[in-house]
Structure formats: structure tokens, C-alpha cells
């Protein structure tokens, strides 16, 4: 005789469809929902409800978690890890303002100007991971890494490509822009590429370098002059004048707080490493 099979449950074959359509929200918290219904004669309408509820909150957290990643941030650091108070030279305030995003929404450009372990770096990551927390589609580049792609792509021809796609990217990071070995057509590449965002979307730049010195960095007054224009229009300008955070001892430094990627503004466990 052939032993006899159980056919599946319901809860089993509503888990497997779950699986299927890959509902992950909802099948986690699936036979939660429905002890409840049970035990307190919750109508189907509420669980129904609940189990949507429950997915589109999936959903969002997965889109987030994919915007950071897709980032490119070279560490998860936040504006609340910062550690200001090492830093005389940063204005908290104004920092925690530019952390409401009012400066993304309006298209407005951040440059942040100071010398090497300031902390502009940290500075421009936290404010781009809140962006990206926030449903920004933002990416972090290395200047010198950014130059150089722009260089590749006129070898293959996908320049026109690749600038229509950074064109878009919002907001944009570019670090580190200092003195930095550059052909004129990267140059020219780059400034096609800011005079494509200009007034669209927001850049965040850091640089060593103040304004008058980047004639020498590019060295094409005409080119500098009109990028300086398109930057300079609609943008917030913070110089740095503080000591180097490398200088701090670790025992100086606070204690990371834990992880956690949800709430806005929420502190990683990954202390600051100042640029």
C-alpha cells in the first residue's frame, strides 16, 4: 500500500504562492496576522490591510537599501557620526540644516572648501547617504576616478551615454577634487557634464583647492570662468578652517552608535575616518 500524503494546509499553500509571486513582506509576517485574525475575529478587510501594510513597507526598505548600496559609498558614514565637536571649523547648525535636503530639492550645488582631514568628505557621504534614505537616486566618485571614466568612455564612444546618465544622478559627489594630473579633453568632459546638470540637479563637490586656484587645476581660464558660473550660481559655499581629525586620539573619539538604516539621519556603527 502506498502510504497516504497530507495534502498541504492552506497557511502552506498561501506561503508557497507568497514565495512565488516573491512577496517577501508579506509572507514574513503572514502567520502572525493570521493568529491574530483567529484569536481576535479580525475582519479580512484588516488583514488584508495589514499584509499589504506590511509589503509596500518591504518594498520601501528594500528600494532604500539598494540606493545605498548603488551609491557607491566607500564607508556608511552619517551627518550623526560627524564628530563636531573635533571640528571648531564645521557649524553644526548649518550642517544639520543641509541635512534636510531643502538644497537637493532646490537643484542647489554644495562645494566644501578646506584643507586635507577636515572632514569634507564626511561631511558630503552623510549628506548623500540622507539623500539617497530619503528616495534619491545619489552616487559618490572619487574626482580622479571620475575623470578617468570620462576619458574611457571617449575610447569606446559611450561618453554621450554616460553623461546622460550622471546628468541625472541626484545628488552627485565628486571628491577630492585637487591637484590632480588631467588631460584637456577629461576637462572638456567634465565641464559638458556640469553644464548638463546645471540648474537640474544638485553637486556636491569637495576640494582642497579655493576658487581662484582652479584656473591652475584646469588650466583654460575661458573653461573655468564658465564652469565657475554654472557653480557658483545657485550654490552654498563652507569653508573648513579647523585642525585635521586625523590628529585625534581614539580615546578623544565617541563611541560609534549602533546600526540602523530606517529613521532619517539614523548613526551607523562605522566611526568617521576624516578627509
Not at 122 to 151: K, T
Request: with cysteine; charged share 25%.
Amino acid at each position: 500500500m502506498k502510504p497516504k500524503t497530507t495534502a498541504p494546509t492552506t497557511r502552506e499553500r498561501l506561503h508557497a504562492l507568497l514565495h512565488e509571486l516573491n512577496l517577501r513582506g508579506m509572507q514574513r509576517v503572514l502567520d502572525a496576522e493570521l493568529d491574530r485574525a483567529e484569536r481576535d475575529a479580525v475582519p479580512v478587510a484588516e488583514v488584508v490591510q495589514r499584509l499589504l501594510t506590511e509589503q509596500a513597507s518591504f518594498q520601501r526598505e528594500r528600494a532604500m537599501v539598494n540606493r545605498i548600496a548603488r551609491a557607491n559609498l566607500p564607508w556608511q558614514w552619517t551627518i550623526d557620526t560627524f564628530p563636531f565637536k573635533q571640528q571648531p571649523g564645521v557649524n553644526k547648525a548649518q550642517i544639520l540644516g543641509l541635512a534636510g535636503l531643502d538644497f537637493v530639492r532646490r537643484a542647489e550645488n554644495l562645494i566644501l572648501i578646506g584643507g586635507t582631514g577636515t572632514g569634507k568628505t564626511g561631511i558630503a557621504m552623510g549628506l548623500l547617504r540622507q539623500a539617497c534614505v530619503n528616495g534619491w537616486r545619489g552616487r559618490f566618485y572619487n574626482a580622479q576616478a571620475l575623470f578617468d571614466e570620462l576619458y574611457a568612455s571617449l575610447a569606446d564612444r559611450s561618453t554621450t551615454k554616460l553623461l546622460t546618465a550622471l546628468s541625472r544622478t541626484q545628488p552627485l559627489v565628486i571628491d577630492e577634487l585637487g591637484y590632480l594630473n588631467l588631460k584637456s579633453e577629461q576637462v572638456n568632459a567634465f565641464f559638458r557634464l556640469m553644464d548638463q546638470r546645471y540648474g537640474r540637479v544638485s553637486t556636491i563637490l569637495t576640494t582642497n583647492l579655493d576658487y581662484p586656484a582652479w584656473y591652475g587645476l584646469f588650466d583654460n581660464k575661458p573653461l573655468v570662468d564658465a564652469l565657475l558660473d554654472r557653480l557658483q550660481h545657485h550654490c552654498i559655499t563652507i569653508r573648513i578652517e579647523g585642525p585635521s581629525l586625523r590628529a585625534s586620539t581614539a580615546a578623544d573619539e565617541p563611541a560609534p552608535p549602533a546600526a540602523s538604516p530606517g529613521p532619517k539621519r539614523t548613526p551607523t556603527s562605522t566611526p568617521h575616518k576624516a578627509r
